[in-house]
């Protein structure tokens, strides 16, 4: 008779999985509230303190980590030394291990002190899963309920074949690996560590990549907690690569502010981007910015979306709208366009560390999260209080804005975005075109400081009135000077906002 180990935190599908085992003939024995369910349950079930001779002891935290146990999963059965050996100490083979574990995952998120968060670190279930994994051309290793039923067809045909084990014990070793990680993460903290291991879910594949023939599937945190962790999507068609990494900037752009703002993304870099006395004044503002870039963009509004601004958002194509709430009447104008992706977020962004890939590594930092707390007035100009509050805005996007970057603002409007380019005079003047007539009075707000004073001498040839800057170039004077000379404000913020 094939004996199974059956212990389940997750209950679902276990007991007819298990009265499935029972009529192919397989002896069950179980720990703890597993035995207790499945005997309640009228299953017949041994239990793992009969089988070890050894009671539970330490409030559970050893019930299965025992020679009997681990020698019946771990011995190779063409092996005739194991099996002699396994005889001789009167252990049977357990050949089907069932386990999955304490919900850490879950646990690690919620509000519960450190020392009870530690408790749901299991070290039994992992331990049985590695040695049925390791064993797996002898032991069937289940760690998933989304397999019994695999498990079952296939035993029902005759045995589970040598592919499908080698994919349970896969599967076994990808969750206790992200398991492991995240046990590192939440008890490392913040330190960079010397290996670095995310713990991260799958919770769905995407149709494709950036293009259709890259595959792609989009994951989640598993020990922390973000704004793409867990928004909920209320109209529209599924989502894509593009959009999500979209989603991302829109809504940290929007999520900079307190007052009502709004940002449009093409590309993952802003298009536009403004700040209103209102949700509704802060989109019309934004869609100014640039209305042909923003046409089938993503736009996030920091503030409840009402009809009046829904009714503006439809008149255009756009492929999703995000907020952290909608009206009823809002959202009714936004589901008579059927494939536009409505989304709430539940969270402002609360991402800590930042992972860029590179062909064989990766680069981790923290994330960009700063801003200067000291700006620094350079020239004989001082900027007035309406410039300094829109060289402030001006930072705040420019940090979201692909380096070179530079952002022409007027009003807590981004009248002028430009980006991306290999010398800063391009994005400049790409900036100030896109600002056009408007511009008389406007400020800029650059990433990086200015190694030239080109910069300086393009926008007063158009009329821009005060500039800032994080300084630090050998020819800072060259900037300043060229300021004065043209009676323009400059202030340094002592700190850069480069975004590769």
Partial sequence: MKRALISVFDKNGILEFVQFLVKHNVEIISTGGTYRYLKENGVPVIEVAEVTKAPEMLDGRVKTLHPVIHGGILAIRDNEEHM???????????????????????????????????????????????????????????????????VMREMEAGEVTFETRKRLAGKVFNLTSAYDAAISSFLLGDEMPHYLNASYEKVMDLRYGENPHQKAAYYVSTTDSGAMKDFEQLN?????????????????????????????????????????????????????????SIFGGIVALNKEVDKATAEELVKIFLEIVIAPSFTEEALEVLRTKKNLRVIKCHHKPMDKINFVKVDGGILVQDEDLSFSTHYETVTEKVPTEKEMSDLDFGMKIVKHVKSNAIVVAKEKMAIGIGNGETNRIWPTEQAIERAGERIEGAVLASDAFFPFRDVVDTCAKHGIKAIIQPGGSLRDKESIEACNEHGIAMIFSGMRHFKH
């Fill in 236 to 292: 529209g068609k599924e989502l894509s690569f593009n959009n999500i990494r979209d989603m991302d900037v829109a809504w940290k752009v929007a999520c900079e502010f307190e007052e009502p703002a709004c940002c449009g993304v093409k590309h993952s870099t802003p298009c536009g981007a403004a700040i209103g006395k209102d949700i509704h004044e802060a989109y019309v503002k934004a869609y100014e910015c640039d209305p042909v």
């Fill in 84 to 150: 002699a050996t396994i005889k001789a100490r009167g252990i049977e083979t357990i050949d089907m291990v069932v386990v999955n574990l304490y919900p850490f995952f879950k646990k690690v998120n919620e509000d519960l002190t450190f020392e009870e968060k530690v408790e749901f670190i299991d070290i039994g279930g992992p331990t049985m899963l590695r040695s049925a994994a390791k064993s797996f051309k002898d032991v069937v290793v289940i760690s998933d309920t989304a397999d019994y039923e695999t």
